[in-house]
Protein backbone atom coordinates (compact mmCIF):
# COMPACT_ATOMS: atom_id res chain seq x y z
CA UNK A 1 0.00 0.00 0.00
CA UNK A 2 1.13 3.59 -0.77
CA UNK A 3 0.48 6.78 0.05
CA UNK A 4 -0.97 7.57 -3.52
CA UNK A 5 -3.57 4.61 -3.02
CA UNK A 6 -5.16 6.18 0.19
CA UNK A 7 -8.86 6.93 -0.15
CA UNK A 8 -11.79 8.03 2.02
CA UNK A 9 -14.62 5.36 2.74
CA UNK A 10 -17.09 4.92 0.35
CA UNK A 11 -19.72 7.34 0.70
CA UNK A 12 -18.26 9.54 3.57
CA UNK A 13 -16.99 12.47 1.38
CA UNK A 14 -20.01 13.78 -0.02
CA UNK A 15 -18.70 16.23 -2.94
CA UNK A 16 -20.51 19.94 -2.23
CA UNK A 17 -23.17 20.78 -4.98
CA UNK A 18 -22.19 23.70 -6.58
CA UNK A 19 -25.68 25.25 -8.50
CA UNK A 20 -26.53 28.06 -10.44
CA UNK A 21 -23.37 28.27 -12.24
CA UNK A 22 -24.19 27.77 -15.78
CA UNK A 23 -26.22 25.64 -18.46
CA UNK A 24 -23.29 23.42 -18.71
CA UNK A 25 -22.69 22.59 -15.50
CA UNK A 26 -26.25 20.28 -15.46
CA UNK A 27 -27.08 22.71 -12.59
CA UNK A 28 -27.09 25.95 -13.89
CA UNK A 29 -29.90 28.54 -14.22
CA UNK A 30 -32.78 27.70 -12.11
CA UNK A 31 -30.50 25.89 -9.74
CA UNK A 32 -32.22 22.47 -9.23
CA UNK A 33 -35.42 24.41 -7.41
CA UNK A 34 -37.70 23.74 -11.23
CA UNK A 35 -39.21 27.22 -13.14
CA UNK A 36 -41.61 29.24 -10.96
CA UNK A 37 -43.74 29.05 -8.12
CA UNK A 38 -43.55 29.81 -4.18
CA UNK A 39 -41.18 26.81 -3.65
CA UNK A 40 -38.69 28.49 -6.62
CA UNK A 41 -38.56 31.67 -4.49
CA UNK A 42 -36.20 32.41 -1.67
CA UNK A 43 -37.91 31.93 1.22
CA UNK A 44 -40.10 30.31 -0.26
CA UNK A 45 -40.63 27.53 2.27
CA UNK A 46 -44.79 26.30 3.55
CA UNK A 47 -45.29 26.43 6.93
CA UNK A 48 -45.64 23.27 9.11
CA UNK A 49 -49.07 23.85 9.59
CA UNK A 50 -50.09 25.05 6.33
CA UNK A 51 -53.28 23.31 5.36
CA UNK A 52 -54.09 23.98 1.63
CA UNK A 53 -55.89 27.64 2.23
CA UNK A 54 -58.14 25.81 4.54
CA UNK A 55 -58.30 27.72 8.30
CA UNK A 56 -55.15 26.03 10.00
CA UNK A 57 -56.29 23.53 13.41
CA UNK A 58 -54.09 26.03 15.53
CA UNK A 59 -56.32 28.93 14.53
CA UNK A 60 -59.48 26.99 14.76
CA UNK A 61 -58.74 26.18 18.64
CA UNK A 62 -57.49 29.25 20.01
CA UNK A 63 -58.20 28.98 23.57
CA UNK A 64 -55.87 26.17 24.18
CA UNK A 65 -52.85 27.18 23.05
CA UNK A 66 -50.18 27.92 25.08
CA UNK A 67 -48.74 27.54 28.58
CA UNK A 68 -49.84 31.06 29.86
CA UNK A 69 -53.52 30.29 28.90
CA UNK A 70 -55.63 29.59 31.55
CA UNK A 71 -58.11 26.77 29.44
CA UNK A 72 -55.57 24.85 28.41
CA UNK A 73 -56.32 21.64 29.49
CA UNK A 74 -55.00 19.77 32.83
CA UNK A 75 -54.07 23.39 34.33
CA UNK A 76 -53.79 24.20 37.95
CA UNK A 77 -55.69 27.06 39.07
CA UNK A 78 -54.72 28.07 42.45
CA UNK A 79 -56.30 30.41 44.93
CA UNK A 80 -53.75 32.51 46.26
CA UNK A 81 -53.82 33.42 49.81
CA UNK A 82 -51.56 35.50 51.72
CA UNK A 83 -50.19 35.16 55.57
CA UNK A 84 -51.55 38.41 56.06
CA UNK A 85 -54.80 37.51 55.09
CA UNK A 86 -54.40 34.22 57.97
CA UNK A 87 -53.89 36.98 60.76
CA UNK A 88 -57.21 37.19 61.19
CA UNK A 89 -58.07 34.26 62.19
CA UNK A 90 -57.83 33.25 65.70
CA UNK A 91 -55.27 31.06 67.38
CA UNK A 92 -55.30 27.78 67.45
CA UNK A 93 -58.37 27.91 64.32
CA UNK A 94 -58.08 25.22 61.57
CA UNK A 95 -57.69 27.19 58.16
CA UNK A 96 -59.60 25.46 55.47
CA UNK A 97 -60.35 26.54 52.06
CA UNK A 98 -64.26 26.51 53.86
CA UNK A 99 -63.28 28.67 56.20
CA UNK A 100 -61.22 31.08 53.56
CA UNK A 101 -64.92 31.09 51.72
CA UNK A 102 -66.73 31.77 54.95
CA UNK A 103 -64.35 34.80 56.08
CA UNK A 104 -64.63 35.91 52.30
CA UNK A 105 -61.02 35.71 51.38
CA UNK A 106 -61.76 33.68 48.60
CA UNK A 107 -65.19 33.27 46.19
CA UNK A 108 -66.93 29.56 47.16
CA UNK A 109 -66.10 28.65 43.26
CA UNK A 110 -62.39 29.20 44.36
CA UNK A 111 -63.20 27.23 47.39
CA UNK A 112 -63.76 24.04 45.67
CA UNK A 113 -60.34 24.33 43.81
CA UNK A 114 -57.10 24.51 45.05
CA UNK A 115 -55.72 27.01 46.92
CA UNK A 116 -51.99 27.93 48.03
CA UNK A 117 -50.54 29.97 50.88
CA UNK A 118 -47.61 32.04 49.90
CA UNK A 119 -45.16 34.03 52.84
CA UNK A 120 -46.31 37.48 52.13
CA UNK A 121 -46.51 39.06 55.99
CA UNK A 122 -46.34 37.67 59.56
CA UNK A 123 -48.42 35.01 61.76
CA UNK A 124 -47.74 35.53 65.34
CA UNK A 125 -50.29 32.92 66.52
CA UNK A 126 -50.51 29.13 66.12
CA UNK A 127 -52.73 28.17 62.97
CA UNK A 128 -53.27 24.90 61.40
CA UNK A 129 -53.22 25.55 58.02
CA UNK A 130 -54.78 23.14 55.87
CA UNK A 131 -54.78 23.45 51.90
CA UNK A 132 -53.63 22.37 49.26
CA UNK A 133 -50.37 23.93 48.45
CA UNK A 134 -47.46 26.20 50.48
CA UNK A 135 -44.64 27.85 49.26
CA UNK A 136 -41.67 27.21 51.38
CA UNK A 137 -41.61 30.69 53.01
CA UNK A 138 -44.84 30.36 53.97
CA UNK A 139 -44.25 26.52 55.97
CA UNK A 140 -41.44 27.74 57.87
CA UNK A 141 -43.59 31.15 59.23
CA UNK A 142 -46.67 29.11 60.17
CA UNK A 143 -44.30 26.44 61.86
CA UNK A 144 -42.10 28.79 63.39
CA UNK A 145 -45.19 30.96 65.10
CA UNK A 146 -45.99 27.37 66.23
CA UNK A 147 -48.61 26.50 63.89
CA UNK A 148 -49.12 23.44 61.91
CA UNK A 149 -49.56 23.05 57.70
CA UNK A 150 -51.53 19.73 56.61
CA UNK A 151 -51.35 19.60 52.27
CA UNK A 152 -54.70 18.26 50.97
CA UNK A 153 -53.93 15.70 48.19
CA UNK A 154 -55.22 16.55 44.94
CA UNK A 155 -56.49 13.88 42.55
CA UNK A 156 -53.73 12.05 40.11
CA UNK A 157 -55.30 11.10 36.68
CA UNK A 158 -53.94 7.81 36.03
CA UNK A 159 -52.80 6.78 32.28
CA UNK A 160 -55.28 5.87 29.79
CA UNK A 161 -53.11 4.08 27.60
CA UNK A 162 -51.99 0.64 28.25
CA UNK A 163 -47.89 0.65 28.91
CA UNK A 164 -45.97 -0.76 25.84
CA UNK A 165 -44.48 -3.26 28.02
CA UNK A 166 -47.65 -4.77 29.23
CA UNK A 167 -48.78 -7.89 28.05
CA UNK A 168 -51.80 -8.01 26.66
CA UNK A 169 -54.41 -11.05 26.54
CA UNK A 170 -56.16 -11.52 23.34
CA UNK A 171 -59.90 -12.62 23.30
CA UNK A 172 -60.30 -16.22 22.61
CA UNK A 173 -60.32 -17.69 19.00
CA UNK A 174 -58.04 -14.48 17.82
CA UNK A 175 -53.80 -14.40 17.72
CA UNK A 176 -52.30 -12.92 20.45
CA UNK A 177 -50.63 -9.55 19.74
CA UNK A 178 -46.61 -9.65 19.28
CA UNK A 179 -46.23 -5.96 19.66
CA UNK A 180 -43.62 -4.98 22.43
Known sequence: MKLSDLRPAPGSHK?????????????????????????A????????????GQTRLVKRLPFVRGLGNSNTPFRKNYAIIDLTDLAR??????????????QKLIT????????????????????????????????AKIEAAGGTVEIIPTKVYEKTKRSKNQDTKAPTGQAQSTRK
Open 41 to 52: RTGGHIHRAFEG
Open 15 to 39: VERRVGRGHGSGRGKTAGRGTKGQK
Open 108 to 139: PAQGRGLVKVLGNGEVNHALKVRVHKVSAGAR
Open 89 to 102: FDAATQVSPEQLVE
